[in-house]
């Protein structure tokens, strides 16, 4: 029997661009309290591991500042890793008409946090190699797209997730890519926001009076930006499945087995 990661996806209606930005956003205000409930709480954890590693470090040897720049980088990827699988988690279990758990969606993020991290690397990899000719770099981000949310609604390995998002794109990857570049107009304008405030929390170099306020909101925009991000991924791996394989998310999802 052919497995279902290797399966020709069925041909349906053209994918929606609409849509998927639609459900994106139904998603998101149903759940925006969830989400970043969970993404200050993992932002906590990292923090508080990162200090720990660090402080570690110092005691070992005086001169480890080069630890200071290399762990916050890694706990931030880390920390986007598990977020991405709390979301999308929380996110397909909405699309499936469930119960969202706050709870379950957690400890699926830490489940599937191995293979997701892979996917991730995997990703920007192929983003940064292929981004050197441009095209073959869009191709890439395109085809890959959607192949974290396989990982946790379908439960495929990494490699036959990333071949999985091959296959749903494929037909519709000109609309795929429309989604992906509104995506890319709205982490350019979130991140002129967040970077805005960070500047006007010290102005002249120095702390002002509004410095915590700021550095609260710009940390809010930072989680809501990637919240953004997952939930939109998570609304077009919907949709793809949707139109093209004419299923509905409630029969076909392995996640709540």
Known sequence: MQDSSEREPA????????????????????????FLGGGFL?????????????????QMRADAWAFVAIVPLIGLFLW?????????????SDFSGRKV?????????FVHAPDLLMI????????????????????????LSVAGPVRVVERHGVVASLVRSVLLTEG?????????AIMLLANILATV??????LMSRPGGEPGPFAPAAQLLMLVLVILQNVGN???VAALYAELRLTKESHTLGTVEKVFD
Not at 42 to 58: K, Q, R, T
Not at 80 to 92: D, E, I, K, M, Q
Not at 120 to 138: A, E, K, N, S
Not at 173 to 180: E, G, H, K, S
């Open 120 to 143: 991730q690397i995997i990703q920007l990899l192929c983003l940064g190699v292929g981004g050197l000719l441009v095209i073959p770099g869009l191709f890439a981000a395109v085809v």
């Open 230 to 232: 997952a939930v939109t």
């Open 193 to 198: 926001g967040w970077s805005a405030l960070s």
């Open 172 to 180: 519709v990857r000109w609309r795929v890519l429309a989604v992906l």
């Open 80 to 92: 986007s890793v598990l977020l991405n699988g709390f979301v999308f988690f929380t996110a397909v």
């Open 42 to 58: 993992l932002l906590i954890g990292f923090v508080v591991v990162e200090a720990a590693i660090l402080f570690a470090s110092f």
């Open 11 to 34: 041909q349906g209606p053209a994918l929606s661009v609409d849509k998927v930005f639609s459900r994106a956003r139904g998603v998101f205000g149903r759940h925006w309290g969830a």
């Open 101 to 109: 758990s706050f709870g379950k969606s957690l400890g699926a993020a």
